[in-house]
């Protein structure tokens, strides 16, 4: 089973939609991240949050710790937002981070 | 400032080929990690550098190997290439040797192998 699970894998949504994106994990964590990767392959951190919520424009990131579940919300959704959105955990160590599979979100005009 | 960079884009070898991928961290930034992303799956951490010394590993075998120099500039190196090697090469810089900190993320090199 993977460390980190993400839901759903893949969402079609309409411009203007509010968008929520979950991420559950099983193993105590120092820190989540979420990052945003367009085709092509770059990816862009987002957010990095170990507690409570985190907003960067549209974008809002909520972590709850006790339950190791953490979402992201983008509001007043646009084509531009469309990506695959990954989220991933560590644990403070020199062991990098360990990724979700992503959700790809297309937002179609 | 200059980012993440990345070399080759793009890469086709043969099975038991020996490649070598490159990159370039941000400025000021001491720690190179790399990742290993397979179609449709998220990246997986293949090792990390910290001052020239491997600082950390996951579960890659050891034909996936690494250097870093003294501007912390790293190379991949994987010996006897497989088929399912066959990924998006990702490395990411950062300030200190810890995956809490937040890593920047070059655009990655594409390597296929045939």
């Known amino acids: 089973k993977n460390e980190v699970e993400q839901s759903p894998q893949n969402l079609t949504a309409q411009e203007g939609e509010f968008i929520t994106i979950n991420c559950s994990y099983s193993?105590?964590?120092?820190?989540l991240h979420w990052l945003q990767q367009h085709p092509g392959g770059g990816i862009v951190s987002l957010f990095m949050?170990?507690?409570g919520k985190k907003k960067h424009g549209r974008l809002i990131a909520t972590i709850n710790i006790q339950e190791k579940h953490s979402s992201l919300h983008i509001t007043a959704s646009h084509p531009r937002d469309s990506a695959v959105y990954i989220c991933a955990i560590s644990g403070g160590g020199a062991d990098g981070l360990t990724f979700g599979k992503g959700t790809h979100l297309i937002i179609q005009p | 400032e200059t980012g993440v960079t990345q070399s080759p884009t793009h890469l086709i070898k043969t099975r038991g080929q020996q490649v070598t991928l490159r990159c370039s961290s941000q400025s000021g930034h001491n720690t190179v990690s790399w990742y290993q992303q397979a179609l449709g799956q998220g990246p997986q951490f293949i090792f990390q550098y910290y001052r020239e010394e491997e600082n950390g590993r996951g579960n890659f075998p050891p034909r996936f190997s690494g250097l870093q120099f003294p501007n912390y500039s790293s190379e991949l190196n994987v010996n006897a290439l497989e088929l399912d090697d066959s990924a998006l090469y990702l490395c990411?810089?950062?300030?200190?040797?810890?995956?809490?900190?937040?890593?920047?993320f070059g655009p990655g090199t594409r390597l296929t192998v045939l």
């Open positions: 949050l170990s507690s």
């Open positions: 193993v105590g964590i120092s820190a």
């Open positions: 990411a810089s950062s300030d200190v040797p810890s995956s809490y900190n937040e890593q920047f």
